[in-house]
């Protein structure tokens, strides 16, 4: 399983500087949708460059204009751009297109899907590498939020997923027995007092 760093922050400056840390123990770094609206795509391109033998993962959450959203980012040197689960099939399509034109990859973001499980079939048949399950920062702070539901909707869909959405180092075990192909942290490394050491724990609690 690989390890994803969600860099939620509003500078290159300061992603820059937890992706130095945080380099040697994750496979892949990822520009928050707050900084790329902050810094715009010269965020991943600095990341990229800094970075070149990592996976650079630009979360745009495209909900329009697929192809020529993703074209953009992937011009910018990412390798892994994301397009909505609720955007319509088109937008999705739009993207692929542009992925297999770069020779990149789409992730589907399914934050808000009702029914994950079965749009996460549905993404991966229209192209899509992997999809995420995932609860956005508000959705956790809700009553009732239950992190184990986004492992079973991982689970029943069958098809390659991730999952993000406050994953630490005592529940990223749980997330591979779910069987995901990559576990995506954010608050548990760049909240830390020690960056780098907090993405080493997390990889240490990878079998």
């Known amino acids: 399983m690989k390890l994803q760093f969600a860099m939620d922050t509003l500078t290159t400056e300061s992603a820059l500087e937890w992706a130095a840390a945080a380099a040697p123990h994750v496979d892949i770094l990822e520009l928050g949708t707050p900084l790329i609206k902050a810094e715009g795509l010269s965020a991943v391109t600095a990341i990229k460059k800094a970075h070149p033998d990592k996976i650079v993962f630009a979360d745009l ?6 192809e020529l959203e993703a074209d953009t980012a992937f011009e910018a040197g990412a390798d892994l751009v994301t397009v909505l689960g609720l955007a319509g099939d088109s937008t999705i399509v739009g ?18 899907v009702p029914d994950k499980a079965a749009r996460a079939k549905e993404v991966v ?15 956790q702070a809700e009553d009732g939020f239950t992190f184990s539901t986004l492992l079973d909707d991982g689970t029943a869909s069958g098809v390659p997923f991730s999952v993000a959405g406050g994953i630490n180092a005592s529940t990223i075990a749980s997330v591979q027995q779910a069987g995901a192909d990559v576990a995506v942290a954010g608050s548990a490394i760049y909240s830390a007092s020690d960056v780098g050491a907090a993405a080493a724990e997390l990889r240490a609690a990878i079998v």
């Open 125 to 139: 048949a229209l192209g899509v590498d992997f999809v995420e399950m995932h609860a956005g920062l508000d959705e």
């Open 61 to 66: 959450k495209t909900m329009d204009a697929g």
């Open 95 to 112: 993207a692929v297109k542009a992925a297999k034109k770069h020779g990149k990859g789409i992730v589907a973001d399914l934050i808000g």
